[in-house]
């Protein structure tokens, strides 16, 4: 490598343009928590499932309908405004507030496309734990509810209270909601007749395959605990005919089916289950089928897909050995499995199909 200076910089008597220095990204990301926080606490007021009701609300009716103090009620919907979170016409008191397209869509908690379950447990668990991101990038430990208890697992503790088994599976939902769409939307299902979705949880995969191609046969698979919601729940949607709810352990055995479907399961593992779980849909799969991996796929290069990157640093906080990973990975694992070709698909915002075929 060429060391001489002026083989470096151009040296004249004019000085070199540079655009002016600026710190808002720095402020923006280091105070982020100001603005998670305030749209957190917006969707545990129910505020955007109440201006859905009545797509106007004034500020004052706002404020007496949330039980708010007159303090700092307008700061905290104005803040919403300049997120984009909210619309407003008008000033003060009397101001009309409304919700954007997209908070009338996946804010309303009465509307199936609601995703704010992963928002409401960011709220009521990960925003703690976050808080020790520090200890757990030093001891490469969880920092969740199984902390100060090795011998328990992430999935063991939620399951075993029927409330937080249920929050988190309506959370896990929540965040995928807009990939299972594009997918059930976008993936060529002609030459398939039957569907597994392994860790289906209350059948939210299932549910938007189901609902745009009438012809498939649906089986949602998880542990048994989670059975009794997914059936509450596919029936809510008016599905129960086209999708079976089955009950089992993917470490043991996967369905057999056409297409086998995981939504964010791999994350959660170490590389040698993630080879476990790749195995097993294997073996449930024909020859031509398809193994397809929904996840917030970490870019080949890891820097552009910055969820997927923050996505992985939840999984230190959450589970013992999972991480997110790049499709150069999940190519290396299937075929390392028996899978003979791949293809990318990508999803809403940060989430793709990684698709292995048989």
């Not at 997209?102 to 990960?126: Q, S």
Request: overall charge neutral; proline content about 4%.
């Amino acid at each position: 490598m060429d060391h001489n200076p002026s083989s470096t910089f151009k040296i004249t008597d004019k000085p070199v343009a540079h655009a002016p220095l600026n710190p808002e990204h720095i402020m923006q990301v280091g105070l982020g928590f100001w603005a998670s926080k305030t749209l957190l606490t917006a969707i545990k007021l129910k505020l955007f499932t109440a201006l859905a009701e009545k797509p106007a609300l004034t500020a004052n009716q706002i404020r007496e309908k949330l039980k708010l103090h007159e303090r700092s009620y307008l700061d905290f919907l104005d803040a919403l405004v300049s997120l984009n979170f909210l619309k407003r016409e008008g000033n003060g008191k009397e101001a009309q507030y409304s919700n954007t397209m997209d908070t009338d869509v996946f804010l309303d908690k009465k509307k199936p496309t609601y995703l704010g379950g992963i928002l409401e447990m960011a709220d009521n668990r990960l925003y703690k734990f976050w808080g020790n991101l520090e200890e757990g990038l030093k001891t490469g430990n969880p920092q969740n509810e199984v902390k100060n208890d090795p011998s328990k697992s992430l999935f063991t503790e939620l399951y075993s209270d029927k409330a937080k088994m249920k929050e988190f599976m309506i959370a896990m939902s929540g965040i995928q909601i807009g990939a299972f769409m594009s997918f059930a939307a976008q993936f060529d299902f002609s030459k398939y007749k039957t569907v597994v979705d392994a860790g289906g949880s209350i059948g939210a995969l299932s549910i938007q395959i189901a609902r745009q191609h009438p012809g498939i046969k649906c089986i949602s698979f998880d542990l048994p605990q989670v059975a009794e919601v997914a059936k509450s729940y596919v029936q809510e949607q008016g599905l129960s005919k086209q999708i079976e709810i089955a009950s089992g352990n993917f470490f043991e055995n996967i369905p057999k089916a056409d297409v086998v479907t995981m939504g964010n399961i791999l994350h959660d593992w170490s590389d040698d289950d993630k080879l476990k779980l790749i195995t097993k849909a294997y073996d449930a799969l024909p020859k031509g089928g398809a193994f397809v991996c929904i996840e917030n796929m970490i870019d080949d290069d890891r820097r552009k897909n910055t969820f997927g990157l923050l996505m992985s640093l939840n999984m230190l906080i959450e589970t013992k050995e999972g991480r997110d990973f790049t499709y150069s990975e999940f190519v290396q694992w299937t075929n390392k499995v028996g899978f003979k070709d791949q293809s990318f698909l990508p999803l809403a915002g940060p989430t793709a199909a990684a698709i292995a075929y048989k």
